[in-house]
């Protein structure tokens, strides 16, 4: 068996190597994963959480984006601004955190930050405002 391993490896060098590659990836990808120290939500179950719990939403959108409205209740704050405006939430430090942006990507990055600033319960909204508009959820437009 060990020979047809290497007989393999010797005759097919580069889909050795991409497995090798795609496995590592895999890797990182699956630690990245397991190391955040927030959860991604579905727009479900962010209903959920946000029914249960004493939730603060917060919108890391940038202003020009939010014309076309945001969850009720929602805190906005843009991602590229949340450093020097952080102390805004302080008061909300014990509660739930639901951050949300147009996709998801920029959520992540605000849940980082919000974690290394000392929150504890964050949560993204996977997907950001396009899920929760696909799921038919309703949108404040004031």
């Not at 890391?60 to 076309?68: A, F």
């Not at 147009?102 to 849940?111: D, E, F, P, T, V």
Request: hydrophobic share 45%; glycine share 8%; with cysteine.
């Amino acid at each position: 068996m060990l020979a047809q391993i290497s007989e393999f490896a010797v005759n097919h060098p580069f889909l050795v190597i991409a497995f090798a590659v795609l496995l590592g990836l895999t890797f990182f990808n699956e630690m990245k994963i397991a190391t955040q120290r927030f959860a991604s939500l579905t727009p479900a179950a962010a209903v959920q959480l946000m029914n249960n719990d004493d939730v603060v939403v917060l919108d890391v959108r940038e202003p020009s984006e939010t014309t076309g409205g945001k969850i009720a209740k929602a805190i906005q704050i843009p991602v590229s601004g949340l450093g020097k405006r952080v102390g805004e939430l302080e008061k909300h430090k014990n509660k739930t955190l639901l951050v949300y942006c147009k996709s998801g990507a920029r959520a992540g990055i605000a849940c980082k930050e919000l974690g290394k600033q000392g929150f504890e319960k964050v949560y993204s909204l996977n997907g950001g405002i396009m899920a929760w508009q696909d799921a038919h959820l309703p949108i404040n437009k004031k």
